[in-house]
């Protein structure tokens, strides 16, 4: 088995404020797990905890039901991938695949058999001959992969592998580890990245982490779950903001009524009300709230509670375009078709649904909906 448990984990450098505090998760036997947030959010810190190449200032960790603390990185049972390739450059792609078995004393004919299996999985059987010199970054990338995967272990550790690569061969990678992750039986599957599709596309479960102050205040995980769960159900604006390309648009508020559709919301520099399907028992009328909706629910055109805007640029991408507007309230983002013609200063009026919207209060956190609501949800969405 190869779960991964970390229990009150905290890490302070020095006497600085923490970058890990108060963390706990759980992670399945062939569950793939990203680590994801901002920069100096301590998710890179966190894998190193993991793998034994980092001591945690207090707190456990166990793999396969094995207390870890003080174990050596080389006692875990674990394989990381690091940004850097850090391949042999004096070794051929055999040599630098084979060269962990050989430490192991490894009989020479099974290190043949797994590097060549290795290398037939991420279509490097060709190239086995060449010095890494000679091969792409992409090449070079599944070259660290493979000679990770020839140890078998039972947690794979990702660091960043990606972001030395250009965008097509980082999609290219990225559907070759989900591709990879389906055939390592019961190994989990531990991977670091800033990167939101990334994360969105490979993961079963997401750690967003917080940063900074945000760590020190609240805890270091914003928020665990599956990749949609966080982008339909962010518990905070920080959640919201984080998951999403582009990001969620926000506008700031007051509290306008409380009422049995949802709570209004009044714009703050206009007179604009927009009514949000969430449940407003904590609310108190003329209370500051934000209220979010994504480019990709937004409408062009409508006739129900509509947002006044005027054009600013429009970014056309082929399949779909972002159109860039300003408000009295700020500026927005709407996902529109790919084919949509709208001039620069063009007046529109935006639709915004009422089911699309989230509401977060003056700490951030986001309202839910009632049972009430989601009904009225689904009634709208289907209409």
């Keep these: 088995m190869s779960a991964i448990s970390l229990s009150n984990i905290q890490k302070t450098f020095g006497a600085n404020a923490p970058v890990i505090r108060n963390l706990n998760l759980e992670i399945g036997a062939h569950e793939f797990c990203v680590f994801l947030g901002p920069s100096g959010c301590g998710k890179s810190t966190l894998l190193r905890i993991v793998a034994g190449l980092e ?14 603390n003080g174990v050596p990185a080389a006692g875990r049972g674990v394989a990381m991938v690091f940004q850097s390739y850090a391949l042999f450059p004096h070794m051929s792609v055999y040599e630098n695949m084979a060269f962990g078995l050989k430490l192991a004393k490894t009989p020479k004919a099974e290190v043949d058999r ?28 599944r070259v660290a992969i493979g000679r990770a995967i020839v140890r078998e272990p039972g947690v794979f550790l990702f660091d960043e592998p990606l ?18 992750h389906q055939r390592f039986a019961q190994a989990s599957v531990v991977y670091v990245t800033h990167d939101q599709i990334e994360a969105m596309t490979l993961a079963d479960k997401i750690v967003l982490l917080h940063a900074g102050a945000d760590t020190q205040r609240l805890g270091s995980i914003a928020q665990i779950g599956a990749p949609l769960e966080l982008y339909h159900r962010p518990r905070s604006r920080f959640v919201a903001g984080f998951i999403g390309s582009p990001r969620m648009n926000f506008l700031d508020g007051e509290v306008d009524a409380i009422a049995q559709d949802g709570v209004h919301v009044r714009l703050e520099r206009s007179d604009t009300t927009l009514r949000v399907l969430v449940d407003g028992a904590r609310l108190t009328r003329g209370q500051p709230v934000t209220l979010g909706i994504r480019p990709e ?25 972002y159109v860039h507007v300003e408000c009295a309230d700020g500026t927005l983002i709407a996902k529109a078709p790919g084919d949509v013609s709208i001039r620069n200063g063009e007046p529109l009026a935006l639709r915004v649904p ?4 989230h509401l977060f209060d003056q700490e951030g956190l986001a309202l839910t909906r009632t049972a009430a609501t989601e009904t009225q949800a689904v009634a709208l969405h289907m209409s």
């Design 354 to 357: 009422a089911d699309a919207c």
């Design 55 to 68: 001591d945690q200032t207090d707190g456990d960790v166990t793999i396969g039901g094995r207390l870890m």
């Design 297 to 321: 629910h937004i409408r062009l055109h409508g006739d129900a509670q509509t947002l006044a805007v005027r054009s600013l640029i429009t970014e056309q991408l082929g399949e779909h375009s």
């Design 163 to 180: 972001s030395n690569l250009d965008a097509a061969l980082r999609g290219q990678t990225r559907i070759e580890i989900a591709r990879l």
């Design 114 to 141: 797994k590097v060549r299996e290795a290398a037939r999985v991420l279509q490097l059987d060709t190239l086995l001959e060449r010095k890494p010199r000679q091969l792409s970054g992409g090449q070079r990338q």
